[in-house]
């Protein structure tokens, strides 16, 4: 098991017609995620409103800002139990055996065109064996292929745009590696976490997409970006794509500057810490 502590600061400015936002910014309570701690600040005095998706355990917090200064910060500690599993023993699961919650992910979505790519993934990876190998050869292969390079991208970026300019940052990677997992018929789907253990030379602490991909009848994570550890993602949201997972959307005038996020390991309430590392195993922090 191992404790993170971690902390979210957004600012933005409303303009003068008010703005109505939905953030995903607060750790998700699952079987695997324990919410050990938290508190949520939001400067203005007003009533937000709370959903939890029962399927994906996202929890949306939606708001209507009046015009002026605005600042929403989050803080808390969780406790993830990781699933471990041996890469070879992981097999790939038949379509009509999928269960009906994991059948969206075999889909073409905003960001995660599967469809066009078709034709390419088959080349690539079709006549590979059939399991989490299959996987890790896709993750590699964007890994090698596109750079990470910091503001390469914009909203309207999509996985085709990613595999045409060969850069990108972290969702970028994810849509890519998604829309070609779904391409050869793997279930793939699109998760927003935070960074623990990036390297200092990517910038501060920021949030963080990673790819998470149904084999062996359990969600394995990967990072096709190669710029965290997968063992320190905190769960926030869990989508198709980013339309479904980003931090925050806001329907009206706004302006906002850079995200201040901070995490740490924490020891446990025994003393222990653990801190995340790289492992060799094949890593799950979904239920089964």
Not at 138 to 152: A, K, L, P
Not at 181 to 193: E, K, L, Q, T
Request: glycine share 6%; net charge negative; charged share 15%.
């Amino acid at each position: 098991m191992v404790r993170l502590k971690f902390s979210i600061e957004l600012n933005y400015l409303v303009a003068d017609a008010g703005c109505d936002f939905i953030f995903n910014i607060q750790a998700a309570r699952t079987a695997q995620q324990r919410v050990v701690a938290e508190t949520l600040g939001i400067s203005q005095i007003l009533q937000p409103e709370s959903y939890t998706d029962a399927v994906t355990h996202t929890r949306f917090l939606m708001l209507k800002a009046a015009p002026g200064p605005l600042t929403v910060s989050y803080d808390a500690t969780v406790d993830i139990e990781h699933h471990l599993s041996q890469p070879d023993q992981l097999m790939e699961t038949g379509v009509l055996q999928l269960p009906g919650n994991v059948l969206p992910y075999l889909y073409p979505s905003r960001y995660c065109q599967s469809d066009r790519l078709h034709r390419l993934a088959v080349k690539e990876f079709g006549h590979m064996r059939q399991g989490y190998s299959r996987v890790q050869a896709i993750r590699d292969w964007v890994n090698q292929r596109v750079t990470f390079t910091s503001n390469s991208s914009t909203g309207n970026t999509t996985a085709i745009d990613t595999l045409i300019d060969e850069a990108g940052v972290c969702r970028d990677f994810a849509h890519l590696m998604i829309a070609l997992c779904r391409a050869v018929n793997i279930p793939a789907r699109f998760v927003s976490g935070i960074d623990y253990g990036a390297d200092p030379a990517l910038g501060p602490t920021d949030f963080h997409a990673y790819v998470e991909v149904y084999v062996g009848h359990r969600w394995y994570m990967f990072d096709p970006s190669g710029t965290a550890i997968p063992m320190g993602f905190v769960r926030l949201a869990t989508g198709r794509d980013a339309a479904d997972s980003a931090f925050a959307t806001m329907f009206g005038g706004v302006s906002s500057s850079a995200p201040v996020i901070a995490i740490e390991a924490l020891p446990d309430d025994n003393g222990n810490l653990v801190t995340p590392q790289h492992l060799a195993e094949a890593l799950s922090s979904a239920s089964a």
